[in-house]
């Protein structure tokens, strides 16, 4: 995460911050690269079910920290979004009819609301602040929704325009698209519909606005949501900026 231009001219540091789908793969001249970047922590925003299902491979020189975004979210749980994927009824049940991206906008809203993602942003911007913790590396599963909320809120932050921020945001698409491609061909030789799924295996600029809208009714702006909503100090929020804005 990082090269895009502020509004007044500065630009984000790269080699700081990194993201990337869940690390079960990690192995061969992936942790080659891995060490390479020298990544000092990993926070993996995953629940439960998915650690439990995919465990990680974290190398031992790197600190493995766990800030599950969504404990306690009721409704759909990603690990049954995930089951749901495996089997075209359930899919149809689950998804059709626009439910499918109606309930990625109430996640993506539950990315502001819920306790436990307040705390678990909270916890790895606090330690971004700290260059002991860096770099670091945040993932979830795929890598583009609760990941790709904790890199777009810094953006802003960091005074990214919004614009510029959706646009990377959207990036995810090209970049997921051949891991991704699986899960299409899996669910239609199922006799799934790849359509009833595209809706939440792709992000949507109707996702990251949610949030957007959800951050700006609850807190009003970018820095109220990092003071009052993550609880980050100033002197947290000046670490992040001069760790991660060059200087013009």
């Given at each position: 995460?990082?090269?895009?231009?502020?509004?007044?001219?500065?630009?984000?540091?790269?080699?700081?911050?990194?993201?990337?789908?869940?690390?079960?793969?990690?192995?061969?001249?992936?942790?080659?690269?891995?060490?390479?970047?020298?990544?000092?922590?990993?926070?993996?925003?995953?629940?439960?079910?998915?650690?439990?299902?995919?465990?990680?491979?974290?190398?031992?020189?790197?600190?493995?920290?766990?800030?599950?975004?969504?404990?306690?979210?009721?409704?759909?749980?990603?690990?049954?979004?995930?089951?749901?994927?495996?089997?075209?009824?359930?899919?149809?049940?689950?998804?059709?009819?626009?439910?499918?991206?109606?309930?990625?906008?109430?996640?993506?809203?539950?990315?502001?609301?819920?306790?436990?993602?307040?705390?678990?942003?909270?916890?790895?911007?606090?330690?971004?602040?700290?260059?002991?913790?860096?770099?670091?590396?945040?993932?979830?599963?795929?890598?583009?929704?609760?990941?790709?909320?904790?890199?777009?809120?810094?953006?802003?932050?960091?005074?990214?325009?919004?614009?510029?921020?959706?646009?990377?945001?959207?990036?995810?698409?090209?970049?997921?698209?051949p891991m991704?491609?699986?899960?299409?061909?899996?669910?239609?030789?199922?006799?799934?519909?790849?359509?009833?799924?595209?809706?939440?295996?792709?992000?949507?600029?109707?996702y990251l606005?949610?949030?957007?809208?959800?951050?700006?009714?609850?807190?009003g702006t970018?820095?109220?949501?990092?003071?009052?909503?993550?609880?980050?100090?100033?002197?947290?929020?000046?670490?992040?900026?001069?760790?991660?804005?060059?200087?013009?």
């Amino acid at each position: 995460m990082g090269g895009l231009t502020t509004a007044d001219g500065r630009r984000v540091r790269t080699g700081l911050l990194f993201r990337s789908a869940a690390l079960d793969g990690l192995e061969g001249a992936d942790v080659s690269e891995f060490t390479r970047l020298g990544i000092r922590t990993v926070y993996d925003l995953r629940t439960e079910t998915e650690r439990t299902a995919r465990p990680d491979r974290v190398p031992s020189d790197a600190r493995y920290v766990v800030v599950d975004v969504l404990d306690g979210l009721g409704g759909h749980s990603p690990g049954e979004i995930q089951e749901a994927m495996r089997n075209p009824t359930l899919a149809r049940e689950a998804f059709r009819d626009g439910k499918g991206t109606a309930m990625f906008v109430a996640q993506y809203r539950a990315f502001i609301s819920l306790d436990s993602a307040r705390g678990a942003f909270g916890r790895v911007f606090r330690d971004l602040a700290d260059e002991g913790c860096r770099p670091a590396l945040i993932h979830c599963m795929g890598g583009k929704d609760r990941t790709g909320w904790a890199a777009a809120s810094l953006q802003l932050l960091l005074g990214v325009p919004a614009d510029l921020v959706m646009t990377d945001f959207m990036a995810s698409n090209e970049s997921l698209r051949p891991m991704f491609q699986g899960f299409f061909d899996d669910f239609e030789a199922r006799g799934g519909d790849p359509e009833l799924i595209a809706e939440f295996l792709w992000v949507r600029p109707a996702y990251l606005e949610a949030a957007l809208e959800e951050m700006r009714s609850s807190f009003g702006t970018i820095e109220r949501y990092f003071e009052d909503g993550l609880g980050l100090d100033q002197q947290a929020l000046r670490g992040l900026r001069t760790a991660f804005l060059e200087s013009i």
